[in-house]
């Protein structure tokens, strides 16, 4: 199964990048460099959350219903005449189920590696997240995921499933953080260090080169 960040590369990534760039005002690279750093974030928060039974049924039913990948059937209507704020007010419940007390950090720490401010960041994040469920919602019914281990093994896949021990912690550092709003200090040693810990290929070569600039 191919990654999320192979997704981004995609012709499908590269029309969500360009839709998401011209609806929030925001130069393509810079949110391509964003949505690279995030969404690999949020796959893994995802995956945390469904590791508990009621966590798993809730992303199930979302899955199901709502975000059943028809989103992804008409880009150009998405971003035509702007992203409707009703989407957007998704993506905003979306991120704060999510990441929870972590999202303010997440975004600040994204935005100093990106060159953008945390305001900008979290505008691309909510036109991007219901996108993101939309692509998880698509692969649940193209792979018939009907339970929770089903379930935990699509997010894996699409993480990269092969993750090297550098890019798990790194992912969990920036989620457990202890929430208390100094997430950019917990991990900005290691992020604006530069640290190419773990850049052999997969999310960790994505990352490391955006943060070894």
Known sequence: MAGILD???SDLGKSI??????S???DTDKTSSVLTMALPV????MQRNASTPEGAEGLMGALSSKHDGSILDNLG???????????????AGILGHILGSKQQGVEQ??????????GSVANILKVAAPLLMGVLGKQKKEQNVSNSGDLTGLLGGLLGGNETQNEQNFLEKILDADGDGSVV????G???????NGSGGGIGGMLGGLFGK
């Open 109 to 118: 720490v994204i935005g100093q590696k990106s060159s953008m401010d945390a």
């Open 42 to 45: 949020l796959m893994k928060a």
């Open 17 to 22: 990048i360009s839709g998401v760039a011209g």
């Open 185 to 188: 200090d917990d991990v900005a």
């Open 7 to 9: 997704l981004l590369s």
């Open 77 to 91: 209507g998405l971003f035509g005449g702007g992203v409707a704020d009703t989407v957007k007010q998704d993506g």
């Open 24 to 26: 929030t005002g925001n």
């Open 190 to 196: 290691m992020l604006l260090g530069g640290s190419k």
